[in-house]
């Protein structure tokens, strides 16, 4: 995992615990990188024993820049998994899409079945990641709302689809016959302030996704299960957007189990 700072990331528990589980040789660890120093290193990744990368903030636009990205990672504007081919070609993807749509489909087998709109907040790359998923499993209306409503436009723009954008000030009333809802903003994290919104306004079959995972429930997630509403943790989608990272660079589809969840929650707790 590549990233400035990386102390907080729990990437390195979640694919050493595979590599155990799986009895494969290799280590994933941490590398703490300065945005100066981003490209350099990531062209020599094979100098450092690495067949591949994940990448966080705030690297993963350049991570994009310097890789031969797939169609899904172009489209987003960011990448966060680096591989290496065989003929020492450095290729990128982005993991998110399939970890907030695994993340659901584990946690809310049939959320897609009678889900017809769904409001993004925020517009920065997991709200783009975000997006795409719901784009590309046919929503029919997909609202984002950002305090920054030009980040939102330039999102739409990227994305096309079935996008609208609304202003901040708008988002209690656009919750009214919302099916989902996912938080993609820092709003609600350890140490940020709080999300001020009236989740009494959503529906009662409405979904709750909220890709914080600092603290585990947040105040969303908690309203959300206060009304009894479906919800979707960032935790969650944490661990399956690094499946796809793990089959590249071992070539094995590791499984995301209770077990593997526990530990991440054990380590949390601390």
């Given amino acids: 995992m590549i990233g400035w700072p990386i102390e907080h990331s729990r990437s390195p528990l979640i694919h050493n615990y595979w590599l155990k589980r799986y009895k494969l040789p290799g280590a994933y660890r941490s590398e703490a990188v300065p945005p100066e120093q981003f490209k350099a290193f990531v062209q020599s990744l094979p100098a450092h024993g690495y ?5 966080t903030v705030p690297h993963k636009e350049a991570a994009l820049a310097c890789s031969s990205p797939d169609d899904r990672a172009r489209a987003i504007g960011a990448a966060n998994t680096l591989w290496i081919e065989p003929q020492g070609q450095l290729r990128s993807t982005n ?12 946690g809310v087998p049939d959320w897609r079945s009678s889900l017809h709109k769904a409001v993004v907040l925020g517009a920065g790359g997991a709200a783009r990641a975000v997006v795409y998923a719901l784009i590309e499993r046919g929503i029919a209306d997909i609202i984002v709302i950002n305090r920054s409503r030009d980040r939102a436009e330039i999102l739409r723009q990227r994305l096309g689809g079935n996008i609208r954008v609304l202003p901040w000030d708008e988002r209690n009333a656009a919750l009214a016959d919302a099916g989902l809802l996912v938080n993609t ?28 995972y600092v603290p585990l429930i947040t105040p969303l997630l908690a309203a959300a299960k206060a009304r009894q509403l479906r919800t979707a943790d960032g935790l969650g989608m944490l661990m399956h957007q690094a499946v796809g990272g793990f089959a590249l660079w071992f070539g094995q589809q590791p499984e995301v189990t209770p077990e593997l969840r526990a530990l991440l929650e054990a380590d949390l707790a601390t």
């Avoid at 993991?95 to 584990?106: K, Q």
């Fill in 51 to 55: 067949v591949g990368a994940n990448v």
């Fill in 95 to 106: 993991t998110d899409v399939e970890g907030f749509l695994g993340n659901l489909d584990a």
């Fill in 185 to 212: 903003t820092v709003l609600g994290m350890h140490g940020q302030p709080e999300l001020a919104l009236d989740v009494e306004r959503l529906p009662a079959h409405a979904i709750v996704s909220d890709l914080v």
